[in-house]
Structures are given as structure tokens and as C-alpha cells.
């Protein structure tokens, strides 16, 4: 059972969608118009004219938070050239959360909410996050489908390309895997990090962690190479390398929720109750939906010996599971 649910965490949590949405590119974008946050009208026809970032993102999702992020960085580049960018929710999110996350992460493009999932469903959004480029003339050119590696990088070449900084030629050097001075170690990172995952499912976790070490000797700043890693430490028990493979994320990606649910249960295997409770709660607090998290907590608690706040805790675990309909881990997150 241990297994069965480690699996499912890492396949979900680290395994990147293929397609972004349903519809074709080269064609007119779906109009929409919907509510922003702050209460105005927004409808794509107003926009014609500039070049339209539009990201379908979770606030319960730390990728979706860095496609925001990265696309931020972006539109600052390119605003002043035509540039625009929006962040859609669904209706059924939750708005105050996603504004707070706009707030602290210094973001300030609008928040446009999605009654109904009506433009969601015309554009056939498939993952989280989905981030679709329209250009000058309203025409559908490009999406990119979660946060992969090179999302900004990507994103940078589309909106140059629409905004006719740059040429096809020139979009398919920026875009090129080959092309001279591409960043090899980040592919082999990668690369290392996929291999992890299928040693992961098959339960040879000897090599699955030393193809994660590899990745991150490959690539030292790729994140998810030290959760993968921190988690498969626990898995096997070696609760040292676990604290620092999660330590190291930390460091990273302080906001990592994933590494901060990590970190704890490396407290808890060390039987340090209240560090543990500490990161836990910290991550509680920031992740609206920590299935795990509470179940750490629980644990923590339960090494504690306070059997009250471990009950709360685990019954607050099983809730969460009721609600979102998943498992007891992060991966609500990637839902």
C-alpha cells in the first residue's frame, strides 16, 4: 500500500502533460468575456491589437504559481511593445487565495474568473497550467502545457515571434534543443530525473536514486530532482539524506510546499516532533489543500504522544481526501 500511493504521488506530482488544449492552432482565438477579480469587464475583443498571454492556472498548484511567475518577467520585458497577460480561474476556485498569491508574488496582470468553466471549455483546456499566446490579429499561434524546464524560454519566443521581433527561423533556434549554447545539463537533468520516475514505478529504488543524484549532479539547481530524491530517501528509510535532499530543495524553492511536506516527515523518521510540527504547520498554512501534510502532522503529533491533535489531524488528512477525491498527498495539488 506504501508503495501504491508513493507511486501514484510521484507520477502525478512529476510527470508533465503533453497537450495543452483541444483546439487547433491557427485559427481565431474563442472569444470570452469575463469578470476580473476587482470587478471589470474583460473581454478579449478589447485586446486586439496586442499580443494575449493567457494562463488557465490552480491555486493550489506551485507549478501554476510559476508559470505566473515566469510570465510575469515577460510581460515586464514585452508590455511596453504590446504585450498583455491574464490569469483565468475557475468559477469554483478559491478567489481570495488566488488573489493573496497575485499579491505576495508581486503579480499584477488581472485575475479573471471563469464562470461556469465556459472559456475553459472553448479553448479545451486539458492541464494545469495551460498558458495560450494569441497574436496582433486575434489568431491562436501558440500554448504551452504545464511549467516545464523551459517555459520561459519558450514563452519569451512566442511572444517575440507575435510580436514580429523575430523570425520562424529564429523562434525555431530559441526553441531548439541543439541549438549552439543550449543548456545540455538541464536536458541530461532531465533526462536522469524521467529515468528516477521509472525506476520509482517498478520499485527498484537502489537506482531510482542514483539516477536522481545524477540528475542533480547533472543540474544542482533542478528542484524536483532534490524532492524526487528526499522522498525516495524516506521510502527507504535513510532519513539523514532525506533531511538534507529536502533541505537543499528548501533552498532552492523556499515556498516548495512538496519539500516543506518532505522535510517534516524527515523530522518525524528522526523523531524530532516539534520540528517537525513546525514545517508542517508552515506548509499547512500555504497550501490550501495538504492531504499529506495533515497526515505528517498527524504523525508528528502521534510521536508527541498529544493523541488529540494527532486524531484532528488525521481526521483533517481524511477530509481533505473527501473533498478533493485523491489521495493523501500532494498531488491534489496537481489535480
Known amino acids: 500500500m506504501i508503495f501504491i500511493i508513493f507511486s501514484i504521488v510521484t ?6 502533460a503533453s497537450n ?3 483546439i487547433a492552432h491557427g485559427g481565431e482565438a474563442p472569444a470570452f468575456t469575463m469578470n476580473s477579480a476587482d470587478g471589470k469587464r474583460v ?3 478589447d485586446l486586439k491589437g496586442k499580443v494575449v498571454v493567457m494562463i488557465f492556472w490552480r491555486t493550489d498548484q506551485e507549478r501554476s504559481v510559476l508559470a505566473l511567475q515566469d510570465a510575469m518577467d515577460v510581460l515586464n520585458k514585452y508590455k511596453a511593445k504590446g504585450m498583455e497577460a491574464l490569469g483565468i480561474i475557475e468559477d469554483s476556485d478559491n478567489r481570495d487565495v488566488a488573489v493573496a498569491i497575485l499579491k505576495d508574488h508581486g ?4 485575475l479573471l474568473i471563469d464562470k461556469e468553466r465556459r472559456t475553459y471549455g472553448d479553448y479545451g483546456v486539458r492541464v494545469f497550467p495551460t498558458t495560450v499566446i494569441i497574436d496582433k490579429q486575434g489568431i491562436l499561434a501558440y500554448d504551452i502545457p504545464s511549467h516545464p524546464l523551459t517555459y520561459k524560454t519558450k514563452l519569451r519566443g512566442y511572444v517575440e515571434r507575435a510580436l514580429g521581433e523575430i523570425s520562424e527561423s529564429q ?5 531548439s534543443p541543439h541549438k549552439e549554447g543550449a543548456d545540455q545539463s538541464t536536458l541530461e537533468a532531465t533526462r536522469l530525473y524521467n529515468l528516477a520516475l521509472r525506476f520509482t514505478e517498478t520499485q527498484m529504488y537502489e537506482m531510482a536514486i542514483d539516477s536522481a543524484n545524477k540528475s542533480i549532479g547533472a543540474n544542482p539547481k533542478m528542484t524536483d530532482s532534490h524532492i524526487l530524491s528526499g522522498f525516495l530517501y524516506l521510502e527507504t528509510g535513510q532519513k539523514e539524506k532525506a533531511l ?3 533541505q537543499k530543495a528548501l533552498e532552492l524553492a523556499p515556498e516548495s510546499n512538496d519539500a516543506k511536506t518532505g522535510l517534516g516527515g524527515a523530522y518525524v523518521l528522526m523523531g524530532e516532533a516539534d520540528k517537525a510540527i513546525e514545517i508542517l504547520q508552515s506548509a499547512a498554512v500555504a497550501n490550501p489543500y495538504p492531504q499529506m501534510t495533515y497526515y505528517e502532522l498527524g504523525k508528528a503529533y502521534e510521536l508527541k504522544g498529544d493523541k488529540d491533535k494527532s486524531i484532528e489531524m488525521y481526521k483533517k488528512a481524511i477530509q481533505k481526501i473527501i473533498d478533493k477525491k485523491v489521495l493523501p498527498s500532494s498531488v491534489s495539488r496537481c489535480k
Open 171 to 175: 523562434l525555431e533556434d530559441v526553441l
Open 20 to 22: 495543452a488544449i483541444s
Open 43 to 45: 473581454s478579449l475583443s
Open 244 to 246: 538534507a535532499s529536502f
Open 11 to 16: 507520477f502525478l506530482l512529476f510527470t508533465p
Open 107 to 110: 503579480i499584477d496582470f488581472p
